[in-house]
Each structure stands twice: as structure tokens, then as C-alpha cells.
């Protein structure tokens, strides 16, 4: 069974400084990845995914994801973050058995704190 | 579009009562779903629709869930009786064909406190 493992869950960053979410997933098949973005009292939004192609994905509002199949893991990073990055952030994984969306297993978030 | 719209954003009730939970999925997608937010378990999905057709309702935590869309535009997530345990937000999102990739477009939640 598929399984996605969010390592922090709070990170704590100061303004204009990089970042990186981890995130490992662990699955017997093929898989497609996503990271979706929950700001406060919101519903979750898409931020980037992977399906196939290049390693190295690039999302909305400057972040970008790589795939690594060897280590199973498809971390988040951004150059420099803003105050308005502070969110949670989920990683998503679903199996590639050619079904349908309602397989999408999320991690538990990790809560990024930006800081000026 | 307005997105998806959840209703009520809070409901705040008692052990034993009934609750429902109302969403409206973005005009003309055909795939809805129904997930579950706590702190120990993180996002769970509960159950989808396909067509206003349930395909896999097995996150459905016990019987005193149910979840119905009698149409396109409309879906409810009752729970009859209500327990503490209950307590969660609960969020609806849709799509438009519910493949695999496709953006799920979530409404902003139902913070429900059982007490």
C-alpha cells in the first residue's frame, strides 16, 4: 500500500531565506506526486505535481519540487520565501494503476512558519 | 465561479445530535469528494462520487456516516448520532473528471466541534 511521510511537522524559517519540506513515499508501483497549500481558514490548493517527465517540477508563487526515484522522496523548496508563504503544506502521492483521483493519500502536513 | 462552497463554516452541536454537512462542487465537474482533517490523523479521504455515483466509500470511518449527492450541484455528509470523536473539519473538493493528476479544488471547510 502506498504511504507518504512528511518528516517535519513545523518549519520555522526567516524571511528571504531558502527552504526545503520533506517528503518520502514509500509504494510497490509507480506513483504520481503532489504538494497542495492550505493558508489559514482555507481549503488546500494545488501547488505543483508530478506525472512523468522531467525530474524537476515548477509550481506557483515560485516553488519547485524534484522527483527521486531512488530515494522515494519529492521534496519542496523555494530560493527565498515571503511572509506570505506561511501555510501548511501537503504532500500528496497516488499509485499509478491507471485509477482515479480518489486514491490521493496526503501526509500530515508540515506547518511552514515564515518569520521577518 | 464561486469554487466550492461548503456550508455551515462552524457547527458546534452535542453528542447524539444529527449533523449535516452541505457542499456544492464547482459547475460541471463530475467528481466529488469528501476528506476529513484532524491533528492525529492528518488528511483522510472519506469517500468520492463519480457521476453523482459513490465509487469507493471505504474511509467512511462507521456506519453513523453517510454521504449522498442526489445530483450534480449538491452533496451532503451526515453523521447520525454525532460523538466527540467526530470533531474535525471536514472538506469537500472536486474535479472535473477525477483522474489521476487533475486539480482538486477544495471549499474552505466545515469546522465541526461535538461536544
Known amino acids: 500500500a502506498q504511504s507518504v511521510t512528511q518528516l517535519d511537522s513545523q518549519v520555522p524559517v526567516f524571511e528571504e531565506a531558502p527552504v526545503e519540506l520533506r517528503c518520502n513515499y514509500s509504494?510497490?508501483?509507480?506513483?504520481?506526486l503532489f504538494w497542495y497549500v492550505q493558508y489559514p481558514n482555507q481549503g488546500l490548493q494545488l501547488l505543483l505535481k508530478?506525472?512523468?517527465?522531467?525530474?524537476l517540477v515548477k509550481g506557483i508563487n515560485g516553488f519547485e519540487a524534484e522527483f527521486n526515484k531512488s530515494q522515494t522522496s519529492f521534496h519542496l523548496r523555494k530560493p527565498s520565501v515571503h511572509i506570505s508563504d506561511t501555510a501548511e503544506y501537503f504532500c500528496?502521492?497516488?499509485?499509478?494503476?491507471?485509477?482515479?483521483?480518489?486514491?490521493?493519500?496526503f501526509g500530515k502536513g508540515t506547518k511552514l512558519s515564515v518569520k521577518p | 465561479d464561486a469554487g466550492v462552497i461548503q456550508s455551515p463554516r462552524h457547527e458546534v452541536t452535542e453528542m447524539g445530535q444529527e449533523v449535516t454537512l452541505r457542499c456544492k462542487p464547482i459547475?460541471?465537474?463530475?467528481?466529488l469528494f469528501w476528506y476529513r482533517q484532524t491533528m492525529m490523523r492528518g488528511l483522510e479521504l472519506l469517500i468520492y462520487?463519480?457521476?453523482?455515483?459513490?465509487?469507493?466509500d471505504s474511509g467512511m470511518p462507521e456506519d453513523r456516516f453517510s454521504a449522498k449527492m442526489p445530483n450534480a450541484s449538491f452533496s451532503t455528509l451526515k453523521i447520525q448520532p454525532s460523538e466527540p470523536r467526530d470533531s474535525a473539519v471536514y472538506f469537500c473538493?472536486?474535479?472535473?473528471?477525477?483522474?489521476?493528476?487533475?486539480?482538486?479544488?477544495f471549499g474552505s471547510g466545515t469546522q465541526l466541534s461535538v461536544l
Open positions: 473538493a472536486s474535479s472535473l473528471r477525477g483522474r489521476v493528476g487533475e486539480k482538486l479544488f
Open positions: 509504494s510497490s508501483v509507480s506513483v504520481y
Open positions: 508530478y506525472l512523468s517527465g522531467s525530474t
Open positions: 500528496a502521492v497516488t499509485e499509478d494503476y491507471g485509477g482515479s483521483q480518489g486514491n490521493l493519500i
Open positions: 459547475s460541471g465537474h463530475n467528481s
Open positions: 462520487f463519480n457521476n453523482n455515483v459513490p465509487i469507493d
